[in-house]
């Protein structure tokens, strides 16, 4: 009897081997029906404004498989081609989903301030297809291959959008090439410094040293450094926090604590080095973004003076910087801290010209949230709070919404949320609606009004949200991420089929 049973284990393994090889080769097949809110692999979407990077179309776009395989305008459609599956969005707009480069997950480690689940949710609820996720406010930072490590599996089956990551350029392996070899080589899409505190102990600040030799390595694989531009000048850091007169309430304080001329002294910095990335120079190939620019003077004539110039560099700015002004800010309303911080009127006049001119090249939500307690709401206090605006699920309705008076385009909003983004985190595939791109696609309706205080918000603290108790015009409906259909009117698909994007 033994001995029989001995002769099949053979058998057995290897009948265990083709099972197991036919589940590997075809997840697809067994959970496809978790992953999207559609029945069809294969169908086509149909509208009469499809953003398309030739303009905004009447027509229809193919899906088959997760990719966009084509599109025809509505005056070739007749007769010509027979379309299945037809899902008819009439007059609501089908744009590229948005591709998100600055987003804080905090997880794993401070999953509780965030995480992959909640802040993938409300991504895929405002129509953000792709995000990449800054390597601080987890624990531990990104900053390692084995780091890399722990993102990776933290988001496995937990994200319902494409998670890219950037990897942090700290002082500990900025001047270790074949450590920050090793993070780049594990699938990191760039790298982020600061040129300040971090405000997190395990991600200290960067000086031109490593920033240098972070441009030099980065020009190998030809992915960017992202850099918090902001330079402490000790004159005006004895303002504000030590003045024994200074109200911590009132934002003007803060304010008065982060100048200007902070941001522009670390861009001054930072594009002597840029130098290096033009044509022919020692760091060709690298590229240089700055983050959330929120001084829209000196700061940004710089930057434009580095460009043309030839520098490899782009910048990109924050819904809320637009959107808000330090005047409007109420005395305690900490929701509203972060940095650097929303300045004056006429600096926020001043960023929207700059953007809608292409000085600044893309947005980026900064999406940076935290614990309530930490906010410190009751207090009010300005200069103890947690500095960070979360917005992830309501940036397309806020540009949207506050851009109407500049006359803001459909064309625009992609160029701003997809094209140049997908670009700076090398997604050739993303982005953008064209034939074999992914069918990462958002459909929204730019006139429906709502308040966000009656819509249901997927974050994890909605309550400390700069934007909670604004009414906000444009709403999305559907959210499609490689062809899943992953939300549609409030329901989101019941697997959470993201992947996780490395670069190779
Ligand atoms: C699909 O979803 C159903 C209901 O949510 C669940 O019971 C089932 O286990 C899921 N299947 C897979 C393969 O995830
Ligand atoms: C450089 O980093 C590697 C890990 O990639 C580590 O093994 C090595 O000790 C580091 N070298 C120095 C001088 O810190
Ligand atoms: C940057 O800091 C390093 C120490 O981590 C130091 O060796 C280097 O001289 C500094 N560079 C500048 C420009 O301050
Ligand atoms: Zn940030």
Request: aromatic residues 8%; glycine residues 8%.
């Amino acid at each position: 009897m033994e001995a029989i049973q001995w002769k099949l284990l053979p058998l057995l393994t290897l009948l265990a081997s083709f099972l197991l090889f036919f589940y590997f080769q075809n997840p697809s097949k067994k959970y496809q029906k978790n992953c999207s809110l559609l029945p069809h692999q294969h169908y086509w979407i149909t509208s009469n404004r499809i953003v398309t990077p030739h303009g905004v179309i009447s027509g229809a776009v193919e899906v088959k498989e997760g990719k966009i395989v084509s599109i025809v305008k509505e005056e070739e459609k007749n007769g010509k081609t027979k379309l299945e599956n037809v899902i008819d969005y009439g007059e609501a707009v089908v744009m590229p989903g948005l591709v998100d480069v600055h987003a804080h997950l905090d997880d794993p480690g401070r999953a509780e301030w965030e995480g992959f689940p909640s802040g993938t949710k409300a991504a895929a609820a405002g129509g953000i297809t792709t995000l990449v996720d800054m390597p601080l406010n987890s624990d531990p930072s990104t900053v390692s291959r084995e780091t890399l490590q722990l993102k990776i599996k933290a988001a496995e089956s937990r994200i319902y959008v494409d998670v890219g990551f950037w990897g942090g350029l700290v002082p500990e392996n900025a001047f270790n090439a074949s450590a920050l070899e090793d993070l780049l080589n594990a699938g990191v899409l760039g790298l982020k410094s600061f040129m300040c505190p971090s405000g997190i102990n395990d991600f200290p600040m960067t000086n031109a040293s490593h920033i240098k030799e972070g441009l030099s390595i980065l020009a190998k694989y030809r992915r960017p450094l992202l850099v918090h531009a902001e330079k402490q000048l000790d004159f005006e850091s004895d303002l504000g926090v030590e003045g024994g007169s200074n109200d911590a309430r009132s934002y003007l304080t803060y304010l008065k604590t982060r100048p200007a001329s902070w941001e522009e002294a670390a861009i001054r910095d930072l594009l002597t080095l840029t130098k290096d990335t033009r044509i022919g120079a020692p760091a060709e190939g690298a590229h240089l973004h700055i983050v959330h620019l929120s001084d829209s003077s000196n700061s940004l004539d710089l930057i434009k003076d580095a460009k043309s110039g030839g520098d490899s560099v782009t910048v990109e700015t924050c819904p809320h910087y637009l959107a808000f002004s330090a005047e409007e800010i109420r005395d305690g309303d900490t929701r509203f801290k972060c940095s650097p911080p929303i300045r004056d009127a006429a600096n926020k006049e001043k960023l929207w010209e700059a953007l809608l001119a292409g000085h600044v090249d893309m947005l980026s939500s900064d999406h940076s949230p935290t614990l309530p307690e930490l906010k410190l709401l009751d207090d009010g206090d300005f200069l103890r709070a947690w500095g960070g605006i979360s917005s992830l699920q309501f940036v397309l309705p806020v540009t949207w919404s506050y851009g109407q008076k500049y006359g803001v385009t459909l064309e625009q909003l992609a160029l701003w949320w997809s094209e140049r983004p997908a670009s700076l985190a090398g997604q050739e595939l993303k982005g953008a609606i064209a034939i074999g791109n992914h069918a990462d696609m958002v459909v929204w309706d730019p006139d429906v009004e709502f308040d966000l205080d009656d819509d249901p918000i997927y974050l994890k603290h909605a309550g400390i949200s700069a934007y909670m108790g604004t009414k906000l015009s444009g709403k999305v409906s559907a959210t499609f991420v490689r062809g899943n259909l992953v939300f549609k009117d409030g329901k989101h698909a019941p697997a959470a089929c993201g992947v996780p994007i490395l670069a190779k």
